[in-house]
């Protein structure tokens, strides 16, 4: 496995995530009235990802974390096209659905590729080492996107997020093996 492409791949992923979802409740304040509407939103998310954790894990072992980080990438890009389109709540719950399907891809591959790449001697510097440079650069991500917001639309932050989702999905496809074992 390369691993800096999948710290690449992973901190586009991070990127494109930070710049829709501080600010898709803006983008939605029009779609609910009430605080239990996103509540059951958000609890749709949680709840999906939870109950498919189960056949992506098994998923995994089978098909490969490349081909399930390619298929959250790309199932997000499409995704996100939908969000400026939403009018009604039900709208959103689908889509928090959706999302609940991929976040949980997303968790469960991300997790596989370390689990199978660290050295059990160093994973805790590995890992955290991953984590400054995901985080970084989900950080600029979320900072840069309030500049973004304040010049374009909401709904216009969707849109290029979705282009740097359909880049990782791009990206995914060039990490390595089927596992991205270490090489």
Not at 121 to 126: L, W
């Amino acid at each position: 496995m390369n691993h800096k492409r999948f710290i690449a791949y992973q901190g586009t992923v991070g990127m494109a995530s930070a710049m829709i979802f501080p600010f898709y409740i803006l983008l939605l304040k029009n779609v609910g009235n009430s605080y239990a509407q996103f509540g059951w939103a958000y609890g749709l998310f949680a709840l999906t990802a939870a109950l498919c954790y189960p056949l992506i894990g098994k998923a995994a072992d089978r098909l490969g974390d490349r081909a399930l980080l390619a298929v959250y990438s790309w199932g997000m890009a499409a995704t996100l096209l939908f969000f400026p389109l939403a009018a009604e709540i039900w709208h959103v719950y689908v889509l928090q659905i959706v999302m609940g399907v991929l976040g949980a891809v997303q968790k469960n591959s991300e997790k596989t590729v370390l689990a199978r790449y660290v050295s059990k001697d160093t994973a805790g510097k590995q890992i955290g080492n991953y984590h400054v440079w995901t985080s970084a650069a989900a950080a600029l991500a979320v900072i840069a996107t309030g500049y973004l917001a304040d010049f374009l639309t909401i709904a216009s932050i969707f849109y290029i997020a979705s282009l740097a989702f359909a880049w990782s999905g791009v990206m995914a496809m060039n990490i390595g093996g089927k596992t991205l074992a270490k090489n």
